[in-house]
């Protein structure tokens, strides 16, 4: 279900970019929400299937946890491509909705997916104290990126970075058979 959910937003992301070429790449803002607007998609992927989750599913409270706590994951990932339609619409001339409004439609669901997999995800592991405060901070940091100039490009660069810290502080895995 994250993969279909995904792909809308991926959809969002094309139609953005169907934008751009229809203007013959004549408007750096859509270009750049374009590019931010694939970037966070495909980071948003990523950081779901960072790891493996089927040592998590180890009781059936877990997988209630589990199961109801992807509707806010699922909700949220098809919210960033609705918010993605809007930051298209406001560029083309399509919308009356300001800038920033638009901005906050793609940072609140952004920074509400990277809690849901952070606490579906990161919360049941030991991991360092860094890697547990990183979801957080990135999910307080894309709130903030509505106010600067380029909202999307800016959240998919600060999802980039948390995937990023994320692959370089992955715990080495264990091989089962030593021999």
Known sequence: MTIIVLGESVLAG????DSVAEGAFSDPELLF????????????????????????????GRAFEWGYGHYFIWGA???VGGGIEVGVDVLTDHSQVDLTVAGFAVAIPV?????GVWALHDLPRHMTQA??????????????????????????????????FK?????????????
């Open 111 to 115: 920074a509400i997916y990277i809690m």
């Open 33 to 60: 929400r374009a590019v931010g607007a694939l970037m966070l998609v495909f980071t948003m992927w990523w950081l779901y299937f960072e790891r493996s989750s089927s040592d998590l599913l180890t009781s059936r």
């Open 77 to 79: 990932a098809a919210a």
């Open 131 to 164: 890697r547990m405060a990183a979801s957080p901070v990135a999910a307080l940091v894309v709130l903030v990126m509505p106010l600067t100039p380029q909202p999307i490009l800016g959240t998919g660069l600060v999802l980039g970075a948390l995937l990023a």
């Open 167 to 179: 692959l370089l502080t992955a715990p080495e895995p264990t091989d089962p058979d030593p021999a």
């Open 14 to 17: 094309s139609s953005a970019f």
